[in-house]
């Protein structure tokens, strides 16, 4: 509200600020994936962190609205080259036996990013401006960049090709552009066209990675039958509970009649407890079937569900409270596994394409649990 004030902006506009983050963020995280693995990931990871400094004094400077989304779409593609190399350059470093933990304490620490973000984001707008917020990121950003500089050695370059698809690049970042885009706004005609050419553009881009020498995604890629079951139980997995935290969010501030600063520290408790169990079930992964310690995550998410099945006007607080709590249990035990589970049996020269992968199917996940939410309250 502070920026529409600032910026005469309504709604819809300032909707942009964070929807294009998500949907540039999803879309060249594969492309950037597979750049890491023919460049590098040091150096995809490292430019990253450069343009997200830029990003942040682009954003901090905004003298209106469509400067301030235009830096939040850099920001997107910076967050791209991060997130689509992180996983790998853990991966990489660690040996399989280290790794789950490894993951779990990465998944843990960027969850309490996003809490501390949500928190000291308000009352930096608060206290000060909300231009500070991104004059903090771009200080983390600069300390992070000089930290790799002096502290990172060495590359990894592993693909056997230093060839790029960039006809099959298109096509997908287009494809999951389009495909997301429609799912925010598929309760409108339009949203349902943009979704059917997302759709479209996906399925010519398929075909072609067939056809094409040097594909996007290798074939190799898919060699692994644990890679396509673990994105699959990934994408369904962040559809059913992302949608928990919206849905009560709404529910605590219009039927409870909560502000929303007690709804906010209510729904901290699922974040608080993967936050705090991640580092430790990311090492459950590494002495069990790491499927079965997602599967175990699975159902303590569904049975958190199942607890509000019959949700109203009566429900006590502490079966909510309990709901978010089995919700938190569910992703500290599901989000490292699962990316260990994808990690079998993918040649390391893959890992790159395989980080964008499994970040691409968490965000394809949260935009389709946004899509039946519409799809849901819109009758």
């Avoid at 009560?248 to 039927?255: G, P, T």
């Avoid at 993918?346 to 980080?355: Q, T």
Wanted: glycine fraction near 12%; aromatic fraction near 10%.
């Amino acid at each position: 509200p502070v920026i529409g004030e600032e910026f005469s902006a309504d709604i819809a506009m300032l909707g942009w600020i964070t929807a294009s983050f998500f949907l540039v963020a999803g879309a060249f995280l594969v492309p950037f994936g597979r750049i890491a693995d023919i460049r590098g990931s040091k150096k995809v990871f490292t430019a990253g962190m450069g343009v997200y400094l830029v990003s942040a004094l682009v954003c901090m400077f905004a003298p209106g609205i469509e400067v301030l989304i235009a830096g939040r779409v850099l920001t997107g593609i910076g967050a791209a080259m991060v997130f689509g190399t992180s996983i790998a350059l853990l991966s990489l470093v660690f040996p399989e036996e280290e790794r789950g933990a490894a993951i779990g304490i990465n998944i843990a620490a960027m969850f309490t990013g996003f809490g501390a973000g949500l928190l000291a984001g308000g009352a930096i707008t608060y206290y000060v401006s909300w231009r500070v917020i991104f004059a903090i990121v771009a200080i983390i950003a600069a300390a992070n960049l000089v930290l790799i500089l002096l502290r990172v050695r060495g590359e990894c370059e592993l693909a056997r090709t230093s060839e790029y698809d960039l006809y099959g690049m298109f096509l997908f970042i287009s494809g999951v552009l389009l495909f997301m885009y429609g799912l925010s706004e598929i309760s409108t005609l339009q949203g349902l066209v943009i979704l059917v050419a997302g759709s479209g553009a996906l399925a010519g881009f398929c075909l072609w990675e067939r056809r094409c020498s040097h594909p996007l995604i290798p074939p190799a890629f898919f060699s692994s039958g644990s890679l396509a079951r673990a994105i699959g139980t990934n994408i369904i997995f962040q559809a059913s509970g992302f949608g928990i935290a919206l849905i009560l969010s709404l529910y605590l501030q219009y039927v409870y009649g909560m502000d929303s600063l007690t709804a906010g520290i209510v729904l901290l408790i699922s974040q608080l407890l993967l936050i705090v169990l991640g580092p430790y079930s990311g090492r459950l992964s590494d002495r069990y079937p790491p499927h079965r310690v997602a599967a175990a995550g699975c159902l303590a998410n569904g049975i958190g569900m199942l607890l509000l099945v019959s949700i109203g006007q009566t429900t006590p607080l502490p079966l909510i409270v309990l709901s978010l709590a089995l919700n938190g249990l569910g992703f500290a035990l599901f989000m490292p596994s699962v990316v260990k589970w994808a990690l079998l049996g993918v040649p390391k020269e893959h890992y790159g394409i395989l980080s964008g992968g499994t970040e691409t199917a968490r965000l394809g996940g949260i935009g389709l649990s946004n899509g039946v939410i519409i799809i849901t309250f819109s009758f």
